[in-house]
């Protein structure tokens, strides 16, 4: 806290009122922290049997069968695994390239209508999107040839368009903090737009761009609502191959989800669904940890108005 | 191939690409009113559902979902803004507010059915507030924090200085001025990322799955520790589980959740440019 200007000393009412606020408003800072450790420990009471009372040898088999007794958690991570990288190899160029386009090529008036149709999109809710592709994209995709619409591939592209408002927006601040200098020296020394961005632009954004793949990841792997509907739900292990993005899934957070409303309170289901719960928490702890680290939570964001 | 060329093909390229993004996001929207417009009415608005949800109204939805947003603002503007206040005119470089900070980023990581968990572990069980609007709220609330907070943070910080200064040397006290100075002057941006994180939470299915949704209530709640049923799980569990439901009140119950959150979006960005543009600092 900053003491250098302190006020008047001649007011005591007035500090003491302050110093009431001011220790409300640090508790409500500070209780963000506590926030984050509470859902910690939720997760982990009311999942921890889990992990103590399955053998773990079984607890990442490959069978997942509640019914039976049976959690092996394979089939969950590879089919969240799936769904993220199918939907990474789709977002990731669709919303760098967005992103060049809306900051180097469109035209202003254009940039004016495209960048709130970004906001649109991210303000579908996913339950409408998931709808869409329950209703409109699975049978598309079935028509285009495989044995079902509800597949891995239908998944990755539906929170492929999620996560683009993410990929975009932030990639999209990283190429507009590239200094004017940097692509006025490169076009001066006679080199083209592309040859500009490609050389010069890209590379001086990379961290930030790298920040907003990261991010956009994290959105996929915790969507729920989306690949709950068009996944099809199926807990099986897909053969390896190319043929397995064409097979029905079925990823961790669906598996919460559709389970959660049947299963007894307290009973060893119940702790393995909130233990996929833990594990999906520590997955995007992880990720965003790493975000910040690259962009230096501490030291990027200055403060602007705080110096009284 | 000349770097001519190259320019050439890369900008046919990246404007081709642009195109498969945004093309799809108007086919959406566009798609969803022609095939949900037929089914909205005064009485689907108005109306309980009637005949195994087959036919009359999404009214006790609607209400759900509206009730649901007043109780997550409730829950989240207090803490957000404080949270705000405390970080951009209180914070030192140090420590506490770096933890604080990542605190927050990674609040806003956390998958929403991660937060649904949560909530029916801490507050319908643990708090005892069983399946209720308070729990549901709370659960919501907790999730919009970190979208208010950053962008009230961020309200706060483009006040310039030079208010602060004026204030502080005509000799107000810090929180008079952070509350007579600064935050009038910051308000506009506020409510934007409130209202922001508002439309998130009234689209939310996930985080009430546990929490506070219920399949159908014959009554309308009327304390905050009853159930209710709110848009977005009702469109999952009339898309999903109930068999024979027509499609045209499934299209009209999205359409009506996607002009909800969609007007709140438009608010936020209608108030967010207005007040741009005004700005005379």
């Known amino acids: 806290m900053d003491t250098a200007q302190a006020p008047p000393e001649s007011l005591p009412n007035r500090r003491i009122g302050e110093r009431i606020i001011e220790g409300v408003i640090l508790v409500a800072g500070i209780s963000t922290i506590l926030i984050v450790a509470l859902i910690f420990l939720f997760l982990l009471k009311e999942g921890i049997n889990a992990f103590l009372d399955i053998p773990l040898r079984q607890l990442f088999g490959d069978r997942w069968y509640p019914i039976e007794g049976i959690y092996g958690l394979m089939p969950l991570l590879v089919g969240t695994t799936l769904v993220t990288i199918g939907a990474v190899i789709i977002a990731v160029p669709l919303g760098l390239v967005a992103a060049i386009y809306l900051g180097e090529f469109a035209p202003q008036w254009l940039r004016e209508i495209l960048k709130p149709l970004i906001e649109i999109l991210a303000g579908i809710p996913s339950i409408v999107l998931g709808f869409l592709g329950w209703v409109a994209l699975a049978p598309l995709i079935q028509n285009a040839g495989a044995d079902t619409g509800l597949t891995a591939f239908t998944g990755s592209l539906l929170l492929a368009y999620m996560s683009l408002p993410t990929i975009i927006s932030i990639s999209e601040d990283a190429l507009y903090a590239v200094p004017r200098e940097y692509r006025d020296g490169a076009l001066a020394i006679g080199a083209t737009q592309w040859q500009t961005i490609w050389r010069v632009v890209l590379p001086a954004a990379r961290s ?11 959105r996929v792997i915790g969507e729920t609502m989306g690949v709950l509907l068009v996944t099809g739900n199926a807990a099986n292990m897909p053969a390896f191959g190319p043929g397995m993005f064409f097979n029905p899934v079925r990823t961790m957070t669906a598996t919460i989800a559709a389970e959660m409303g049947e299963v007894a309170q307290g009973s060893l289901h119940y702790s393995v669904l909130f233990g996929i719960g833990l594990i999906l928490f520590l997955i995007t702890f992880v990720v965003n940890w790493l975000a910040a680290r690259l962009v230096g939570v501490s030291g990027a964001r200055t403060k602007v108005g705080g110096q009284v | 191939m000349s770097r001519q060329q190259t320019q050439r093909l890369a900008s046919v390229l990246i404007t081709l690409t642009a195109v498969l993004v945004f093309v799809p996001v108007i086919v959406v929207i566009v798609y969803l009113i022609w095939q949900g417009i037929g089914a909205i009415s005064w009485e689907f608005l108005t109306q309980p559902p009637r005949n195994g949800m087959t036919e009359g109204g999404i009214w006790p939805a609607i209400l759900g979902t509206l009730i649901l947003t007043m109780g997550t603002a409730l829950v989240s503007m207090p803490f957000s803004i404080a949270t705000a206040i ?30 649904g968990l949560f909530g029916l572990g801490a507050f319908v069980l643990a708090a005892g507030f069983g399946t209720s609007i308070l729990a549901g709220s709370l659960t919501l609330g907790i999730m919009t924090m970190p979208v208010v907070i950053s962008t009230a943070e961020e309200a706060i910080n483009s006040v310039p200085q030079q208010f602060r200064t004026v204030s502080l040397s005509l000799g107000a006290s810090k929180w008079q001025t952070i509350w007579h100075q600064v935050l009038p002057h910051a308000l506009p941006g506020i409510i934007t990322g409130m209202i922001l994180g508002l439309s998130r939470a009234a689209g939310e299915t996930a985080p009430i799955l546990f929490t506070v949704a219920a399949f159908y209530v014959p009554t309308l709640p009327t304390s905050i520790f009853d159930q209710t049923m709110a848009l977005p799980y009702h469109l999952y569990v009339i898309a999903t589980q109930v068999p024979g439901m027509p499609l045209k009140i499934q299209y009209g119950t999205a359409l009506v959740l996607l002009l909800i959150t969609l007007t709140m979006t438009l608010i936020a960005t209608v108030v967010r440019t207005a007040v741009r543009r005004r700005r005379d600092w």
């Not at chain 1, 930030?208 to 994290?218: K, Q, R, T």
């Not at chain 2, 005119?89 to 900070?101: K, P, Q, S, V």
């Open chain 2, 86 to 115: 405390y970080l951009a005119e209180y914070a030192g470089d140090n420590r506490l507010t770096r933890t604080i900070r990542m605190a927050i980023v990674n609040l806003a990581g956390i998958p929403s059915i991660v937060y």
């Open chain 1, 208 to 218: 930030g761009l790298v920040i907003a793949v990261m991010l956009g990841i994290g």
